[in-house]
C-alpha cells in the first residue's frame, strides 16, 4: 500500500479522498491554485504544494506541474478526483513514464471510453444496446443536420469528448438545429478542446440510471448496484439515489451484467460508472462510461457499506477487490442533493461571493456532508459552484425521502443565493415522493417546484417587519443604558407619537419588489405586539405578532396564540430569515435624502454574473432584432447567452473575447430601432 499520494484536485472531493487516505494511515498532498491558497482542502492535507493562477487551466490542469509537485514530495501515487484531468489519458501516461501510479483506470481505457463515437461502436461490439443515432467522422453541420432529420426530432447534440452536459442541447425542431450546432460546438470546444459532435435520438421520458462496477487488475469485476440520477438541470444532476426506485431484481441484474460486458470490452481497472437510458417500458440504453469516481459515488457506498475510495486505493496498488459478486448487498436506501451556488429562479444562473453565515444539520450514521467549503469561503468565479453534497440513508425511500426534507430545511446558508430551497421542494413534491422521476422531472413540474413569490411575500413579509422592530427596540434599549439622560424622549424605544397612534414604516426589498409595510403597535404597555399591513392589505391571518428577540439573531414569535421560531443572519445589508421548510432573504431600503436620478438605461446590456467572454457573436452597427444572441459568457462551468432585450443597432462594444468581467458591469450599448435623433438647434 501507498504511503504517500497527492490528490490533483480541489474541493469537496480531494477533502473526500483525505478522509479515507487519514484513515488507512496515507499521508496526502495537496495542490493549490491562487483562489485555494486558504481553502479546506489544503488545510486538511498534510502538505500541499502551490500550482499557479486560479483559472484552472493555469493551475489544475498543468499536468507537469502536478507532476513536479509528486516528485517534489516523494508521493508515489496521484489520485485526479473527479473533473480536471481525471479522464486525461495524456496526464495518465505522464504519471506513468515518471513512475507515478495514477489512481484511475489503464490508459487505453481512457482513450477508448474519451470518445463517445468510438465507445458507441465497442459498446455495439460488446453486445450492449444502443440508442439509435450517428456517430461518424464526417463532421459537416448538412451532414449532421440531415441525419437528426432523418432519425426524426427531437435529438440529442452530444460532444463527443464531453461529460458533465457540457456540449450537449437538446434539439426540438430543425429550425432550431443549426444555433444549438454552433453552441454545442463552441461549449465543447472550450470544455474539452473538441467540437466533434453525435447526434442521438432523444428519447422522452428516460430515466437516467447508472451502474458502478468495480475491476482490480487480476480481471476480477463486480458491480455495485445502481443509482437513479433523473433530476437534472443543464443536463447536470442535482439528486441521485440508490437503489433507483421500481428496480426489479432481474432489471438490475441485466442492467449490471451490461455494464459488466461494456468493461470488460475495454480491459477496465478501477472505479468506473456505466450510464444508460432507461425507458417506461424496461428497456435500456448505453449513454457514455466515465473512467472514473462519480460525484454522486456517496449514496452507492451508503447502501453497500463500502468506501470506494479504499476500493480505488487498495486496486491501484495492486490488491484484489474486496469482495466477489456475491457478497455485495444493499441495504436500505440513500440520497444525495448537491447544494449549489446558484440561482434557480433565474435559470440557474451560477453565483458568487461569500459563505457569511453556514449553519449545517448534524453528521451522524443517517447525515453525511461532503464539502470543500467554510463558513467565511468565497465561492469563486473559477470553479465549480458546487457548495456541498448532503447525503442521507435509510431503511427505506419513504423514511430517506423524510430525511432529506429534514435536513435541508436544516441546512442554512447566507451571503449568497443557493438552490436549498428549489432541493426541498423538489423532495417535498408529491410526483418525487411517489417516484414518478425522468430527466425532465423539473420542467414538468414548475409549479409544484418553484416557490410563489407573492405567498412568499405574504407569509414572510410581518415576520421580517417584526424582526427590524425588535432590532431596533434592542439597538435603542442599549444606547439608553448608556446615555447621560436615559429619560430623554428620543431615547423612547417605543413607536410614541403625540396625539397619534404608535405607528411605523418600513421600505423592505424582496423578491425583487420593494414593499411598503405599516405597522401599528397594538397596546401601548406592551412594546412587543403588533398589527403588521403592506401594500395597503392588512394581514389578516397575522394580523396581531408578538415576540422576542434572543441573541440578537433567534426570533420567538406568537402569531395571534400560534408560537414559532425563526433565526435571522445578516450579510452586509442583506437579512436571510431562516424558518423550519425556507429562507427569505430582504432588505431594508434606507430613505433616499434629496433627489436622486433612479432612472436606468434600458437599452445598456449588462453581464449577469462574474465571468469571462468566450464569444461576441454581433459587431458594431449591426441591426439586431429581439431575442437574439448577442454575447455568450461562461462562468463557473456554464456558459450563458446574452440576448437582445429589444429590436436595435449596436452601438459600441466595451469588452472583447477573452475578457473577465464582473457582474453588472456593461458589455455594450444598443440603441432602440426606430428612435428620432434630437436635431441641432
Known amino acids: 500500500m501507498f504511503h504517500k499520494i497527492l490528490i490533483a484536485n480541489r474541493g469537496e472531493i480531494a477533502c ?301 496498488s495492486g490488491e484484489n477487490l474486496p469482495l466477489k459478486q456475491s457478497d455485495i448487498t444493499i441495504q436500505g436506501h440513500a440520497f444525495e442533493a448537491r447544494i449549489y451556488a446558484e440561482d434557480p429562479d433565474n435559470d440557474f444562473l451560477p453565483v458568487t461571493g461569500k459563505l457569511s453565515y453556514l449553519s449545517t444539520p448534524d453528521e451522524d450514521r443517517h447525515t453525511r456532508i461532503d464539502t470543500g467549503i467554510r463558513q467565511g469561503d468565497d465561492v469563486s468565479v473559477y470553479y465549480d459552484p458546487m457548495i456541498a453534497k448532503l447525503i442521507v440513508w435509510d431503511e427505506n425511500r419513504e423514511k430517506a425521502l423524510q430525511r432529506l426534507t429534514k435536513t435541508l430545511s436544516e441546512y442554512r446558508i447566507s451571503g449568497l443565493k443557493t438552490n436549498i430551497d428549489f432541493l426541498y421542494n423538489i423532495s417535498n413534491s408529491e410526483p418525487f415522493s411517489a417516484a414518478e422521476l425522468d430527466t425532465s422531472f423539473i420542467e414538468k413540474n414548475h409549479a409544484a417546484i418553484f416557490h410563489d413569490s407573492e405567498q412568499d411575500i405574504n407569509r414572510d413579509i410581518p415576520l421580517a417587519a417584526l424582526y427590524l422592530l425588535l432590532q431596533q427596540q434592542r439597538s435603542a434599549i442599549q444606547s439608553t443604558r448608556n446615555s447621560s439622560d436615559p429619560y430623554s424622549p428620543w431615547n423612547r424605544t417605543n413607536t410614541w407619537r403625540l396625539n397619534e397612534a404608535y405607528t411605523q414604516q418600513l421600505k423592505l426589498l424582496c423578491h425583487q419588489q420593494e414593499i411598503t409595510v405599516d405597522v401599528e403597535q397594538i397596546d401601548h404597555r406592551d412594546s412587543n405586539r403588533y398589527r403588521i399591513c403592506f401594500n395597503g392589505l392588512v394581514v389578516e391571518a397575522r394580523g396581531e405578532l408578538s415576540g422576542d428577540l434572543i441573541a440578537g439573531h433567534h426570533l420567538k414569535i406568537d402569531i395571534n396564540g400560534y408560537q414559532t421560531h425563526a433565526t435571522i443572519s445578516q450579510h452586509d445589508d ?79 462594444h466595451y469588452y472583447h473575447s477573452g475578457d473577465l468581467v464582473e457582474g453588472g458591469a456593461e458589455l455594450l450599448k444598443l440603441e432602440e430601432s426606430g428612435l428620432d435623433k434630437p436635431g441641432k438647434e
Open 574 to 652: 442583506i437579512y436571510s430569515l431562516y424558518q423550519q421548510q425556507s429562507v427569505f432573504q430582504f432588505s431594508l431600503l434606507k430613505p433616499q435624502l434629496g433627489e436622486q436620478d433612479t432612472a436606468a438605461d434600458k437599452n445598456a446590456l449588462t453581464a449577469p454574473m462574474n465571468g469571462t467572454i468566450i464569444e461576441i457573436l454581433v459587431t458594431t452597427g449591426n441591426s439586431v432584432t429581439k431575442g437574439q444572441p448577442l454575447i455568450v459568457m461562461e462562468a463557473m462551468k456554464m456558459e450563458h447567452t446574452i440576448r437582445a432585450p429589444i429590436d436595435g443597432i449596436i452601438q459600441e
Open 16 to 316: 473526500r479522498v483525505i478522509k479515507t487516505a487519514r484513515r488507512m494511515g496515507i499521508l496526502t498532498v495537496a495542490v493549490y491554485s491562487d483562489a485555494d491558497r486558504d481553502s479546506l482542502h489544503v488545510s486538511m492535507a498534510d502538505e500541499a504544494i502551490h500550482i499557479g493562477a486560479s483559472p484552472s487551466r493555469e493551475s489544475y490542469l498543468q499536468s507537469a506541474r502536478i507532476i513536479d509537485a509528486a516528485k517534489l514530495t516523494g508521493a508515489q501515487a496521484i489520485h485526479p478526483g473527479y473533473g480536471f484531468l481525471s479522464e486525461n489519458a495524456a496526464f495518465a501516461q505522464d504519471c506513468l513514464d515518471n513512475d507515478i501510479v495514477f489512481i484511475g483506470p489503464p490508459i487505453d481505457a481512457i482513450n477508448k471510453m474519451g470518445s463517445k463515437a468510438a465507445a458507441k461502436s465497442i459498446m455495439e461490439l460488446a453486445g450492449v444496446p444502443l440508442v439509435p443515432g450517428y456517430h461518424g467522422d464526417n463532421q459537416e453541420p448538412a451532414l449532421l443536420k440531415q441525419s437528426s432529420t432523418d432519425m426524426g426530432y427531437p435529438v440529442l447534440l452530444k460532444a463527443s469528448a464531453g461529460g458533465g452536459g457540457k456540449g450537449m442541447r437538446q434539439v426540438w425542431y430543425e429550425e432550431d438545429f443549426d444555433e444549438a450546432l454552433t453552441a454545442a460546438k463552441r461549449e465543447s470546444l472550450n470544455s474539452f478542446n473538441d467540437d466533434k459532435m453525435l447526434v442521438e435520438k432523444y428519447i422522452t421520458e428516460p430515466r437516467h440510471v447508472e451502474i458502478q462496477v468495480f475491476f482490480d487488475q487480476q480481471g476480477n469485476g463486480v458491480y455495485l448496484a445502481e443509482r437513479d440520477c433523473s433530476i437534472q438541470r443543464r443536463h447536470q444532476k442535482v439528486i441521485e439515489e440508490a437503489p433507483a426506485p421500481n428496480m426489479t431484481d432481474s432489471l438490475r441484474e441485466k442492467m449490471g451484467q451490461a455494464a459488466i460486458s461494456a468493461a470488460e470490452a475495454i480491459n477496465y481497472q478501477g472505479a468506473g460508472t456505466v450510464e444508460f437510458l432507461l425507458d417506461k417500458e424496461g428497456a435500456f440504453y448505453f449513454m457514455e462510461m466515465n473512467t472514473r469516481l462519480q460525484v454522486e459515488h456517496p449514496v452507492t457506498e451508503m447502501i453497500t457499506g463500502q468506501d470506494l475510495v479504499e476500493w480505488q486505493l487498495r486496486v491501484a
